[in-house]
């Protein structure tokens, strides 16, 4: 959903396991471009965004039934580069992200609106997120200027320090796993073709893509996750490569 190629986009596509098909566009007159948002929710029939950016830094956040999208509640915080999870648009989360300057607020939203719960230990942005709102995690990024290794998990009230990253930078790398002992972090600015494994509390070396990319998008869980466009070449071609796991 959303993104950025010679302009800012509002294209939607959906996997039914073989091919991709392009879906109603994103709403928003003016602000129909809806860059550098994050995605929550574990269904196309039950999906949403939030925290993009066109010409603001937005608070807004919408949904998906699968066939349309619908704006949602407002958030908060306006922000950008934020990271989001979620296994529905009735419990997701969003944390982080840049409005100007780094913030390390935390939102969640039960379908809604959106409360303020408590702040992420670590003020990253472009950093990325994966699992529900009870079991999730934020997984590299960036902070005050430099690539991040650092990662932090989510119990739904608390932020707590998790593993680093092995791989050498996790700025705009992608993850995806339906809970922190199941995560996954492929792809960054500093490396295309990484793949980090999560075991609840250390990271390992895997399997590298084939296709090296990051700042794509990203989904499933441990035993079928996928990672779809994005940039590859050290950020210097888009790509539209799509890729599964395992």
């Known amino acids: 959903m959303g993104g950025y190629d010679t302009a800012y986009r509002n294209y939607t596509d959906e996997w039914n396991g073989s091919s991709w098909a392009a879906q109603s566009g994103m709403p928003g007159s003016y602000l129909t471009g809806w860059y550098d948002g994050c995605a ?14 066109r010409y603001n830094y937005s608070a807004q956040s919408k949904e998906y039934n699968g066939s349309s999208w619908s704006m949602a509640g407002t958030m908060n915080t306006g922000r950008q580069s934020a990271c989001g999870a979620g296994e529905s648009t009735n419990a997701a989360f969003i944390g982080g992200g840049y409005n100007g300057s780094l913030i390390t607020s935390t939102e969640e939203y039960n379908g809604s609106s959106w409360a303020t719960a408590n702040n992420m230990i670590y003020t990253t942005y472009v950093s990325n997120a994966m699992g529900s709102l ?35 930078a996790g700025y705009l790398c992608v993850s995806f796993g339906e809970t922190v002992a199941t995560a996954h972090a492929v792809g960054s600015s500093g490396n295309d073709d990484a793949h980090d494994a999560y075991n609840g509390s250390s990271w390992s070396t895997a399997t590298g893509m084939s296709v090296g990319h990051h700042a794509g998008g990203g989904g499933g869980g441990d035993a079928s996750g ?21």
């Not at 269904?43 to 993009?52: E, V």
Request: aromatic letters at 10%; charged letters at 10%; a negative charge.
């Open 40 to 53: 929550f929710g574990r269904s196309s029939n039950d999906a949403g965004s939030g925290a993009g950016y």
């Open 226 to 246: 996928f990672v779809a466009s994005g940039l590859t070449g050290g950020a210097a071609t888009l790509t539209n490569t799509y890729e599964e796991w395992p």
């Open 134 to 168: 009870n079991d999730g995690m934020q997984v590299g990024g960036q902070t005050a200027g430099s690539d991040s290794q650092s990662c932090s998990e989510y119990n739904g009230t608390n932020w707590s320090a998790g593993g680093n990253l092995t791989m050498t």
